[in-house]
């Protein structure tokens, strides 16, 4: 059995590096979970390495706090570890943790929004606690101009744009299972969200690159 408790919470920020290996292959992905299954703990590691970042995406794109964004994170994990021999398609792990994170992560706005005085059922009615990825941006002025034009956005473009933010970047598949939407559409909408993005940037900011090539494939 392997050791969870190796998913630190990256003291409580949003991970900056994904593991060594960087994005790992369908075959990569499927032989690291037939070795942890085995309780190889060497195998685990790089596995956590490898989607932790995609899973504190999510949650940033949900709006979670640091604490309970590690939560969330640590109870994904430690669900995979449960059910780890009932995964049909280890090759696409990465979906079915995108999957599970977000449900995590609805379960705990739901209990948090049962304690504030609405009738609202939802992750909407949380309020933004700045998050980790604020945190970085408000270092310098440039990214804080940057930062006060990416919160004029929609709540579904600043959800998809958080989560294609993580490193190493995510699949197509595990967006779209993270925010529940057609693969198909995640790569116009993207491109519509970084142009409203350009269009309300100060001009001192300079132009916006559209970052890394994200990963498309869907097997």
């Not at 940033?60 to 780890?84: F, N």
């Not at 049962?114 to 909407?124: A, F, M, N, V, Y």
Request: hydrophobic share 40%; net charge positive; aromatic share 4%.
């Amino acid at each position: 059995m392997v050791d969870v408790r190796c998913v630190c919470r990256k003291n409580g920020h949003l991970p900056t590096q994904g593991g060594a290996m960087g994005s790992l292959s369908d075959a990569d992905t499927a032989g690291l979970v037939a070795r942890v299954r085995g309780g190889d703990q060497e195998a685990w590691t790089v596995l956590t390495d490898a989607y932790t970042g995609m899973l504190w995406s999510v949650a940033r794109g949900m709006r979670l706090s640091d604490a309970d964004a590690a939560d969330a994170v640590q109870t994904t994990w430690l669900r995979l570890v449960e059910r780890l021999d009932s995964v049909r398609e280890p090759e696409r792990l990465g979906t079915w943790l995108a999957t599970t994170m977000r449900r995590e992560c609805l379960a705990i706005l739901r209990r948090a929004a049962r304690t504030r005085p609405s009738s609202l059922d939802g992750w909407e009615n949380i309020s933004d606690t700045g998050a980790a990825l604020g945190e970085a941006l408000l270092r310098e002025e440039r990214d804080a101009a940057v930062w006060r034009a990416f919160r004029t956005l929609t709540p579904r473009c600043q959800q998809l744009l958080r989560i294609l933010m993580a490193d190493p970047p995510p699949r197509y598949a595990e967006v779209a299972a993270a925010l529940e939407i057609p693969v198909g559409t995640i790569g116009p909408t993207r491109q519509r969200c970084l142009n409203a993005l350009r269009k309300v940037l100060p001009s001192e900011v300079g132009p916006l690159s559209d970052g890394p090539q994200r990963r498309r494939e869907d097997g």
